[in-house]
C-alpha cells in the first residue's frame, strides 16, 4: 500500500527566508505523482506543484519548488522568500499511475508551517 | 456556480440518522473523491468514483455509502452516523486518472454527530 510520511508537525521559520518541508513515500508503482497542496486557516485545499516520477528535473512554481530525490523516495517542499501568507498546512500526496488503483491517492499528515515576522 | 461545491457546509446530526452530503462539480470531470479530515491531521480517503456508475472504496470506506449516477455529482450517506465520524469532509475532483492531474477541493462539510 502507499503511504506518504511527513515527519515535522509544525516547522517556523523567519520572513523571507526559505524552509524545506519533508516529504517521504512509499509505493511499489513505477508510475505516480507527487503534489503538494496548501490548507490556510480558512480551510480551503490550494494546489501548489507537481512531480512526476518520470520527470528528471525538479518541478518549480515561482517561490515553490519540489527536490524530488527518486532513490531516497523523498519529494521535499522548498519554499523560499517566506512570507506571511505563506502560515498554513501543507501536505504531500501521491498518486498511483496504473493498475486498479489508478487515480487513487494518498495524503500525508501535514506540516505546519508558521511565518514570524 | 463554476466550480466544485458542497451542501451543506454545517449539519449538526444526532447519532444513529442518516446523513447525505452532497458534492457537485461543473468541469465535467471524470474522477471525484470524498475525503475526511479529522482535526490536526491529513486527509483519508473514504471512496472514489472514476465515472458514472463506477465507485471504489478507499482507505476509510465503513459506514459510508456513495452514489455516482450522473457525472457531475457525488453524494456520500452515513448510513447511521456515530461521533466518530464527527469531522470535515472534503469532495475533490480530478480531470483523469494521470498521474499530472491535481485535485480540485471543494470548500468542506463540517460535520458533528452528537
Known amino acids: 500500500a502507499q503511504k506518504i510520511t511527513q515527519t515535522q508537525p509544525g516547522m517556523f521559520v523567519q520572513e523571507k527566508e526559505a524552509v524545506t518541508l519533508d516529504c517521504t513515500y512509499d509505493?511499489?508503482?513505477?508510475?505516480?505523482?507527487l503534489f503538494w497542496y496548501k490548507q490556510p486557516s480558512s480551510g480551503e485545499m490550494i494546489f501548489l506543484i507537481y512531480?512526476?516520477?518520470?520527470?528528471?528535473q525538479n518541478a518549480t512554481e515561482g517561490r515553490y519548488s519540489l527536490n524530488f530525490q527518486k532513490a531516497r523516495k523523498s519529494a521535499n517542499l522548498v519554499i523560499s522568500a517566506s512570507q506571511l501568507g505563506d502560515s498554513a498546512m501543507y501536505f504531500c500526496a501521491m498518486r498511483e499511475g496504473w493498475g486498479t488503483n489508478a487515480g487513487k491517492s494518498t495524503f500525508g499528515d501535514g506540516t505546519t508551517l508558521t511565518v514570524k515576522p | 456556480d463554476a466550480g466544485i461545491t458542497q451542501s451543506p457546509r454545517y449539519k449538526i446530526t444526532e447519532t444513529g440518522r442518516q446523513v447525505t452530503l452532497m458534492c457537485h462539480q461543473t468541469?465535467?470531470?471524470?474522477?471525484m473523491f470524498w475525503y475526511r479530515q479529522d482535526l490536526g491531521h491529513g486527509l483519508r480517503l473514504i471512496y472514489y468514483s472514476a465515472a458514472a456508475d463506477i465507485t471504489d472504496k478507499g482507505e476509510v470506506p465503513d459506514g459510508y455509502v456513495v452514489s455516482r449516477s450522473k457525472t457531475e455529482n457525488f453524494p456520500l450517506t452515513l448510513e447511521s452516523a456515530t461521533r466518530s465520524q464527527t469531522s470535515v469532509y472534503f469532495c475533490?475532483?480530478?480531470?483523469?486518472?494521470?498521474?499530472?492531474?491535481?485535485?480540485?477541493f471543494g470548500p468542506g462539510t463540517r460535520l458533528t454527530v452528537t
Open positions: 512531480q512526476g516520477s518520470y520527470d528528471e
Open positions: 475533490a475532483s480530478s480531470e483523469s486518472s494521470g498521474i499530472r492531474y491535481e485535485q480540485y
Open positions: 509505493t511499489s508503482d513505477q508510475s505516480y505523482g
Open positions: 468541469w465535467s470531470h471524470s474522477y
